[in-house]
């Protein structure tokens, strides 16, 4: 495709950049300016249109996928649906302004993921635990750059899912994209540096521990350590709930922590 596409004008520049262009994509898949049938500009071109990084177009366009309203066709890059799918099931950023929402989906998230983890101990191989390792790396990155690093955050998450080679675990994810991932409703741009870093690094403890239990292909202890890490999630959010005096779900109890 060659120009900037006019439709990439409009694009969101929210914190969330891959929100934003998949409502983009979506609205104009909705509208018919995108048809079924009509193919995609490529990663690269909607990287150069809308200066956004090419993880966050080929998590956009995963998350489109996944929802049934593009396809990929193998040499050829994707395209609308023909016959996409008028209702999904999904979660936006905006759907996660209450710390109540936030609490919900790391109840849904535990569910699924602690499962996936162990399936991911059990089946993966030396390129998932490449991914998941490179994943940890860019998230170590974020972390000494001060940065929020949820994108980084769903990479590993997405990675440890993918490792378990049950392709509707990745499907499952990328229907909600990084807004699964509610980081930044922590506003780490308001913590001083020293307690926002500290309290990266403990985030940071929980991910190495599950990576740790994964390499050794030990699923009982992988299953401990991502149902330890959604724990501590969601007792943190869950602290934030009582200091902001809002109603919540009932908290896990010891049963559940496993």
Do not use: C, W
């Not at 750059?145 to 769903?154: H, L, M, R, Y």
């Amino acid at each position: 495709m060659n120009g900037r596409p006019s439709f990439f004008d409009t694009i969101k520049q929210t914190p969330n950049l891959t929100s934003g262009l998949i409502d983009l994509l979506v609205e104009r898949i909705v509208s018919g300016e995108l048809a079924p049938g009509q193919r995609l500009p490529t990663e690269q071109a909607i990287v150069s249109a809308t200066g956004v990084s090419r993880t966050v177009v080929r998590e956009a366009l995963a998350s489109l996928r996944a929802r049934g309203l593009i396809t990929t066709r193998q040499g050829l890059g994707a395209f609308v649906s023909d016959k996409p799918i008028s209702k999904t099931f999904s979660i936006v950023p905006e759907e996660l302004e209450s710390i109540p929402d936030i609490l919900h989906v790391l109840e849904l998230r535990m569910s699924v993921e602690v499962e996936a983890a162990a399936l991911a101990a059990a089946r993966r191989d030396a390129g998932d635990l490449k991914r998941i390792e490179i994943a940890l790396g860019a998230l170590e990155e974020a972390i000494g750059a001060a940065a929020p690093g949820a994108e980084e955050d769903f990479a590993f998450h997405r990675a440890i899912l993918e490792a378990t080679h049950n392709p509707y675990f990745a499907r499952f994810i990328d229907v909600f994209g990084a807004s699964i991932i509610p980081r930044q409703r922590v506003r780490l741009g308001a913590m001083p540096s020293a307690k926002r870093e500290a309290y990266l690094r403990r985030i940071q403890k929980e991910h190495e521990a599950i990576f740790a239990a994964i390499l050794a292909g030990d699923a009982a202890a992988s299953r401990r350590a991502a149902r330890a890490h959604l724990t501590k999630s969601y007792e943190r959010y869950a602290a934030l709930r009582e200091q902001a005096g809002t109603v919540a779900p009932e908290p896990l109890t010891a049963h559940g922590r496993g």
